[in-house]
Structures are given as C-alpha cells and as structure tokens.
C-alpha cells in the first residue's frame, strides 16, 4: 500500500514538472514572439536604407526641435509638420546638464508626434562634447536614461528612433568613443531595446577625424539586430560640395544607412555647403534634420527657422530648408505607417545652382500593357541649363513576369555624357550608359503587366540634346526599336566633376561644438620618425575628373602597432599635374614632387587608424596615379 501511494504521488509530481515545464515552454515562445514582433513591427535597417514598418523605404526630411529647454513649445510639433516635415529629432535630458524630462513627459512628446504624424528621433543632449567638456554626459549615463523610462518607449518602434546621445565626444581622446558607442548598443540591446538605435559621430558629431566612417561596419556589425542608423552633423567642416559629396559617398559605397542629422547654412566654425548637403542628401536617399526650429542662443541665432516660434515669421534660413532647392516641401514624404501612399520612386535629384527647380514628378504604373515590346522605356528631359540637363528615364514592363533586378543600357549621343544619378546605379562608358538595380534594392522589381520605375540622371552636353531611342533591359530589347551599340568604340568619358571643385581652402581648425563652444587649441606633439613596425598604406583615388583638372582623395592608412604624431607625405608625379588647392593638411610642390604635411587636427594617425587629405589640381595630357609614397621617410605600399 505505501509503495502504490508514492507511485501514484511520484506520477502526479511528474505531470506536476511536465506541465510546469510546458508552460515555461509557452512563455518563452511568447517571449520570443513578442521581440520577433517587436522587431519586425519597428523601423528596420535593409542594406543602407532606412525601411518603416510597412516595409516602405523611409528618408527623413526633418527638424531639430529643443524641447527640453522650451518644454512649453508644444505647438511646434504642429508647426513643423505645417512645413511639409515628415520627422522632427527632440532634444531631451537625462538630468546631467539640464532638467530631466520624466517618462510621462517623453510619453506625451511622443503622442505629439504620432498626433502630427511625425516620425520622433529622441535623443540625449547631455552628452555633446564628453571628453572637452567637462559637465557632459557618458553614453553609459545616456543608456541608463533610455532604460528608466523604457515602459513608454515600448510598443513605439515604429514611430521613435532612439539617438543614443547627442555628439558624444569632443575632440580629445577619441579613441574611447569605439568602444562606449558599442557598449552602450549592447547595454540597450541587453535590455530589450528592439528600436532602430541612431549613433552620432565624435568630433562634436563633424567626425573629421573619420572615426565613425572608417568603424561604421565595426559597429553596425556589433549590433545583433543588426539596426543601427549612423548620424553626421555637418557644419563647418563641410563648407565644400566635394568634402559633402566624398562623406556621402563613402558609406553610400559601404552599403551603410547614413542620416545628416543636424546642418545649418552658417555656423562659427565655418560656413556649410548647405545647397550641397542637400542635394548630395537627395541624389542618395540620406535623410536630413536641419537646426533647428527656434530658441537658438550664444551668438548663433541665425540658426533659427523662425523668430520667436512663431510659424508665420521664417527666417532666411528657415525658408531656405523648408522651401528651396532640394528642401522639406520639394522633397519630404510621409511615413507610410501613417497611411500615406509611397510614391513609386523618389521625386526629383538634385537642382543645379541658379537653374529653374526641377518639377519632376513619379510616373505611376501604366494599367494596361502599352505597345512596344517586351518593355517600353521613356527618357524625358525635365530641366535644362547651360551645358547640363537633367532627364528622367522610366522603364515598363509588358509582360506577365515580374522583372526581379533589372539593367537597362543605351547609348548618348557625342556630347553627352553622364554625371550622376539617383535611384539607379548609373556609369557610362564611351558612349554607352548602363543603369541598374539589384533584386533587393527598393527599387530593383518592375512589377508585371504595365509595371514600371523611374531613375534620374544629369548629363552635360555640347551641341543639341538627343533623346535615346534604343534600350535594351536584361538583354531584351525595348520599344520594338534596335539594341544599343553593345561595345563602346571610344575611350571612357571622363565628363565634368561630379560636384563643384572646392575654391578655397577649408578651415584650418577643427570644428566646434553645437551651437556654442570655441574651438580647442591644438596641442605641439613632436612627430614620430617612422609610421612604425608595420608599415603603411597610401590609397590614392580620384573623386572628380574632367578636361584638364580633377580632385583627388588620398587616404594614408598606419599598419603599425603605435600612433604615428606629426607626419609629412611625398610623392612624385608622372606628369605635369600641378596642385591647386588642398585641404586637411598643407603641402608644397617642387616641379613634379610633392610634400603635405598634417593639419593640426589629423596630426595623429592612431594604430591600425587612417587619415585623409584632399586636393584639386589641373593636368594636361595624361593623368597617371602616383605608386611611390613615403610617409615621414618610410616607402608605403612597398
């Protein structure tokens, strides 16, 4: 009898574990449920673009707005979406530096977005310059205020993206901002954080030392949602369109997602290339904040959008975001998550200086199959100037198949040749251009039956501007016409710059924080005799190029184990290349030889780090790239 009950006790405890085990089963499935809805509800990162909840490509056309220091300015979220803005960044505390706004607070900014349809970027202004200034913030510190009021950032992320800390280093030992940055990711991970997670760049966010740029796969890598979205703040370091164009292209080139967070059209550290930034911004699918709505002090006060937070009194700078070339209500879009329709490709590139503003506008899908073949293409010219014209090229699908990756070809007439695109991936040979799109890019699948999707493209021109007439896409030729020449028979085309050669030299001091610091005093560090154990590398590329000048970016990277502080680069050119301008250091040429030294604020070269100059020079004749470099004496490149 007693060996018949404990059976029966021991096979009730077993259902007892069984069950109980069951239902730890059940919550842990429920668990990872709800993170896997929490990240795929949310925005997300594809690639280098930035897609909603919907799965709709999102670029920001946005406003900074200083919430924590004018907490009263509510109207101003209402205000801002009157300009056509789809995303306003809020300027928040974690109680560092400022008044701490509570998670009740947060929670009704928010609602104030979601109210005006806005897509929120919160981020934490205590942190701007640690490092130089001595009251700022950690990203640790920032990551502890994000995790406090967790409870009202949940279920939202699909409208807020979470910006770690505003500018979270100055300009002194930068190093350490790698590994804070990946820390404070992982802290936000670890506990549960399933937002898209901003970063912004050191160097009061201006990353003139290309810390950001040259780690950005490190860190996105380090993320195991793989869901970072990385922030440059433009100012003046970027007062030329290449020195915009070289930072875009740079993670455009990686396949990184890049947002301009914060630019103004003047600050005290120099003045911005505002018209570049935006256009460069356009051409590539980069979102752009602009600083800031109002409340501006210290002596930058032009950097306000309006007086007074009044709506009905723009300022010239606010007019210029909001209604110019390439701004807020020539090229903003509404987040799809607030019902609004997604325009099949992104309207319009970018406006050449003093030219009339392009009116280009998407063309939607044909209903029915259109006569011409397999596949119909239109090229129209839209804008037209000088000796450039901008043409937007629409290709149709006849059949019944969709068209998953698509490259389309055909060829210019003498004289026009390709300077750049958006929405494709665009490069001409000779005479003949080829345009393209993978499977996975956004706009990389031409639906069926009278499907299409729109490129831009500018050209310059010498004589009349002919209209293509033969097109072939994936082999198969287009609107019953003939293919293109198949083999181009001229040398390739080098055209006229890609962006406007920089006329001056950018400023000689490392920039400054925003909107009020001054700028650091450069500390005499005597130079290292050689770039150390392991050697170094010069990378020597071409960013621009045409009749009888160009501008060249020269990366110089240390292999060695130890910091390189102070250094001169030499080199020899093959011809008469003859410098012109040059930027990020100085230099002096002798004849066909060349030295450039450092620039106060590239003057180390970290271990296993790299830097870069830039420079615009003339040539005649051939243009070869030099091999030979030495840095500080020692051969590169042996």
């Known amino acids: 009898m007693r060996q018949e009950t404990f059976t029966k006790q021991l096979s009730n405890w077993n259902g007892v574990k069984l069950l109980g085990l069951f239902l730890v089963v059940l919550v842990v499935m429920g668990m990872m449920r709800s993170t896997a809805q929490s990240q795929s509800s949310g925005f997300h990162i594809n690639g280098r673009h930035l897609i909603d909840a919907n799965g709709n490509p999102f670029v920001m056309r946005g406003i900074n707005h200083a919430h924590t220091w004018y907490p009263g300015q509510t109207s101003s979220f209402a205000n801002i979406k009157a300009t056509g803005a789809n995303t306003v960044r809020v300027v928040l505390s974690s109680g560092h530096r400022w008044t701490q706004n509570s998670a009740s607070d ?21 942190t701007t310059g640690y490092g130089e ?45 790698l590994s804070a940055t990946t820390s404070a990711i992982a802290q936000l991970r670890n506990a549960g954080f399933a937002h898209t997670i901003m970063v912004d760049a050191p160097n009061w966010g201006q990353d003139w030392q290309n810390l950001m740029r040259d780690n950005a796969q490190q860190i996105f890598s380090s993320d195991p949602d793989q869901n970072i979205l990385f922030d440059i703040h433009m100012y003046g370091v970027y007062d030329t369109a290449v020195e915009v164009q070289t930072y875009l292209e740079t993670f455009v080139n ?4 890049l947002v301009i967070g914060e630019f103004g059209h003047n600050h005290s550290d120099g003045n911005p290339d505002e018209d570049a930034i935006m256009a ?27 007086n007074n937070f009044n709506p009905n009194s723009l300022t010239t700078w606010g007019n210029r975001l909001i209604n110019g070339a390439n701004g807020i209500t020539q090229t903003s879009v509404e987040a799809s998550v607030y019902g609004s329709p997604v325009p099949t490709s992104t309207p319009g590139g970018p406006t050449a200086t003093n030219t009339p503003i392009p009116t280009n506008t998407p063309v939607p899908p ?20 000088n000796t450039a014209y901008q043409a937007d090229v629409t290709i149709t699908n006849n059949t019944g198949t969709p068209i998953t990756g698509w490259t389309l070809t055909f060829s210019h007439a003498a004289g026009q040749n390709l300077i750049g695109g958006w929405n494709a ?33 500018q050209a310059t021109y010498n004589g009349p501007v002919v209209v293509p007439t033969s097109f072939m896409v994936n082999g198969v030729v287009c609107n019953g016409g003939v293919s293109p020449t198949a083999t181009p028979t001229n040398p390739p085309a080098t055209g006229t710059p890609t962006s406007i050669p920089p006329t001056a030299t950018p400023t000689t001091l490392p920039p400054t924080a925003t909107p009020t610091n001054a700028p650091p005093t450069a500390t005499a560090v005597p130079p290292t005799a050689t770039p150390g154990s392991g050697g170094c590398a010069v990378n020597y590329t071409f960013s621009s190029l ?3 000048g160009f501008v060249a970016d020269v990366t110089i990277a240390n292999n060695g184990s130890t910091p390189i502080n102070g250094w001169a680069l030499t080199w020899t050119f093959a011809g008469n290349q003859a410098i012109t301008n040059l930027w ?45 470099f030495y840095l500080n004496g020692v051969l590169c490149n042996p």
Request: with cysteine; net charge negative; proline share 5%.
């Open 254 to 257: 990686a396949g990184l997602p």
């Open 546 to 548: 045409w009749g009888n």
């Open 366 to 385: 044909t209903a029915t199959p259109p006569p011409g073949g397999p596949c119909v293409v239109n090229y129209a010219v839209v804008n037209q100037w």
């Open 106 to 126: 947060v929670a009704n900014v928010i609602q104030l977005c979601k109210t005006n349809q806005l897509i929120c970027v919160l981020e934490v202004h205590d």
């Open 133 to 177: 200034e001595g009251a700022a913030a950690t990203l640790a510190q920032a990551a502890n205020y994000w995790i406090s009021i967790q409870s009202v950032l949940t279920g939202e992320e699909a409208y807020v993206i979470l910006n770690i800390g505003n500018e979270p280093w100055g300009n002194n030992n930068t190093s350490g901002w």
């Open 584 to 628: 990020n250091g100085s230099h002096s040429q002798s004849g066909q030889a060349v030295t450039v030294n450092n620039a106060p604020w590239n003057h180390t070269i970290p271990a296993n780090g790299s830097t870069s100059v830039g420079f615009q020079a003339t040539f005649s004749g051939s243009n070869v790239i030099p091999t030979n």
């Open 425 to 457: 991936t665009l490069s001409q040979v000779g005479s003949v251009v080829t345009a393209s799109n993978p499977a996975s890019h956004w706009n990389g699948t031409i639906a069926s039956n009278g499907g299409s999707v729109t490129f831009g493209l």
């Open 280 to 306: 460069w911004a356009e051409t590539y699918d980069i979102g752009y904040i602009g600083w800031s709505w109002s409340g501006n002090g210290g002596g930058v006060e032009y950097l306000d959008m309006v």
